[in-house]
């Protein structure tokens, strides 16, 4: 069986697991745990150098690293639709790019406002300091959370992270039209990869993705961006009520 290795509440990971469940593929999720994952999935991929990502797909002796093949893999093996019609390729591998573009910059602006989140700081903080003087460690746990962003790589933008992801939305809303698929007429993995980047604007309904814990909702939210696209997140919720049931597969 595929053993897909994801990260519950990761947009990455649900650009791949829906084309997985659009496709019927038969699958395990394994749920990644930070560094002892990466150590265990770099044995097992026998790529001890370089940088590895989640989500990644194992299929066989075959590895799949990236959530878009993962979704090309699961459209050459599985049943349904195609989400990647032939003539379509080059338009949806574009919206691809626009959609990591649009995700790395969300990441970065919400990773900016998790370093001022009190509760998340104070949860960075080893466990042996006793609970009552964890506030006085506050900068201590700030520092930490900080190490951590920079691990998650906060790619430098040539443009402002605000401006990138402002950018690629308007530009979705134009190439939508107010109609309901980005490439030809049909549903299509560009919309998926389009979709996704509303996560860190305004999460979907948790039945959907589950929400990351020790955040509330207002932790993946994007309160000026929210009301600016509220056009496009009715769009991705409409996207989701037609073509993901919770739990996956396909209405
Ligand atoms: N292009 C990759 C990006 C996935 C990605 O950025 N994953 C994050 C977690 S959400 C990650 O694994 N980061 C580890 C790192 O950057 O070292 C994909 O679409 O699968």
Not at 55 to 73: E, K, M, Q
Not at 136 to 162: V, W
């Amino acid at each position: 069986m595929l053993e897909f290795t994801a990260i519950a509440f990761s947009p990455w990971s649900e650009k791949a697991r829906w084309a997985l469940d659009h496709h019927r593929c038969d699958y395990r999720e394994l749920a990644y745990e930070p560094i002892i994952g990466e150590y265990v999935l770099r044995w097992q991929m026998r790529r001890p150098f370089g940088r590895l990502t989640v989500p990644v797909l194992r299929d066989g002796d075959r590895w799949f690293g990236d959530s878009f093949d993962i979704a090309r893999h699961a459209e050459s093996i599985g049943r349904g639709a195609p989400l990647f019609p032939k003539d379509g390729l080059a338009e949806i591998a574009d919206w691809n790019r626009r959609s990591e573009a649009a995700l790395a910059a969300g990441r970065a602006l919400l990773m900016r406002s998790w370093v001022n989140t009190r509760e998340l700081a104070i949860a960075a903080l080893p466990d042996r300091i006793p609970e009552a003087l964890k506030p006085l460690f506050l900068p201590i746990g700030q520092q930490r959370l900080r190490a951590f962003m920079t691990r998650y790589a906060i790619h430098e933008h040539d443009r402002s992270p605000e401006e990138t992801l402002t950018n690629e939305l308007d530009a979705l809303e134009q190439a939508l039209g107010g109609g309901r698929y980005l490439v030809g007429d049909a549903f299509s993995y560009a919309d998926i990869a389009m979709a996704l980047t509303l996560q860190q604007v305004a999460p979907v309904d948790p039945r959907h993705i589950v929400r990351m814990a020790g955040l509330g909702p207002a932790g993946m939210n994007v309160p000026e961006l929210e009301s600016r696209h509220a056009g496009l997140i009715a769009w991705r919720d409409e996207l989701y009520a037609r073509h993901r049931r919770p739990g996956g597969g396909m209405a």
